[in-house]
């Protein structure tokens, strides 16, 4: 049932305590707050009310110092369509921690989703409510979480992942991604899509993406003159980018270029190139209004359906498919299942 059969706002609730990282909080809500049905109309009512739920009536401090004051508190909290727990090294302390893990359980029967946001997930874990069930959280606790609670099925490269009610995302800014993701969910691709661009965000990524870019990955772990070809290959996707034009920019021969990329990134150049004009294919598909033709141009294929090739393969989905389920023409339909395929990497921080 759509937002237009309830009428009523979807009610959210996030749960509040000393030690949070704000931006679990805050970008959620940010998001679930710009999704107006009808964004140009400001009067419009936004088909979200978010409640932060405090573990008491007095406010809280983030973990970078900024204050909160709750809505509602454990005790008289609204009954709720969303909770979310957002993450924190206060969560992680074992007072706050079975408090919150107890609420969660008695409130997850009569309640539409369960989501945690980042660590947020030793509260929902704690809860046993995600025994068994696949999930995911920032890649740097990932392996505590897996060690304190064996029955997770996690998986430590994904930006979220749903499994029945429950959703868990990565860390920080996967919040929002999540959050996106709920909105599709409730109201559509388009009313997402809007929401995204509202909020500036680059790119409405998909679930299954890896945490950690490739780009990121690439400036992060290079420590010599490849450190800024990254940057450079993101601008400029159309660009000559075979091995012996990427030399020249790093001033080594094709051999030694090939060889030291390989040392440092576990992958060939050419390997990189493809997946990352792939990847920003899949943006222009979504926000360009261009032929797949053009597109496929634009990012350095030579030929539409070596493009096409290229993309089915990553992504198993064709360029036209993919487009229709995301793209910014989209009324809400159905969207298809979009999982890149596994090239078996571990974050690389």
Wanted: net charge positive; with cysteine.
């Amino acid at each position: 049932m759509g937002y237009g059969e309830r009428m009523k706002p979807l009610r959210v609730g996030i749960i509040g305590f000393d030690g949070l990282s704000a931006l679990d909080l805050i970008g959620p809500a940010e998001a679930f707050a710009a999704a107006r049905t009808e964004p140009k109309n400001l009067s419009d009512k936004n088909p979200y009310e978010v409640v932060v739920i405090g573990l008491t009536r007095r406010r809280f401090a983030a973990e970078s110092g900024v204050w909160f004051h709750p809505h509602a508190t454990l005790q008289t909290a609204p009954k709720l369509d969303t909770i979310i727990i957002p993450g924190g090294s206060g969560l992680r302390r074992p007072a706050v921690n079975l408090t919150v893990a107890n609420w969660i359980k008695a409130r997850a029967p009569q309640t539409r989703r369960v989501v945690s946001v980042c660590t947020g997930i030793y509260g929902l874990a704690e809860s046993g409510l995600l025994d068994g069930r696949r999930v995911t959280t920032h890649w740097r606790f990932a392996a505590d979480v897996a060690r304190r609670f064996p029955k997770l099925r996690m998986e430590p490269n994904a930006i979220f992942l749903s499994d029945g009610k429950f959703y868990t995302s990565a860390g920080v800014t996967a919040g929002i991604d999540l959050a996106l993701a709920l909105i599709e969910e409730d109201l559509g691709a388009r009313v997402a899509l809007t929401v995204a661009r509202e909020l500036v965000v680059y790119l409405k990524r998909q679930g299954g993406q890896e945490q950690y870019s490739e780009p990121l990955r690439f400036q992060t772990r290079s420590i010599d003159r490849l450190t800024d070809l990254a940057s450079w290959i993101a601008s400029n996707p159309g660009s000559d980018l075979t091995v012996t034009a990427l030399a020249r920019r790093a001033c080594l021969s094709p051999r030694q270029f090939v060889r030291r990329f390989k040392n440092a990134f576990g992958q060939p150049p050419g390997t990189f190139v493809q997946d990352h004009r792939l990847d920003e294919a899949r943006r222009r598909l979504v926000a360009a209004n261009l032929s797949i033709d053009a597109i496929a141009a634009s990012v350095g294929f030579k030929s539409a359906d070596a493009f096409s090739r290229a993309f089915r393969h990553r992504f198993r989905i064709t360029p036209g498919r993919y487009r229709r389920g995301f793209g910014a023409g989209d009324h809400g339909a159905a969207l298809p299942s979009v999982s890149p395929q596994s090239k078996n990497r571990k974050p690389g921080r």
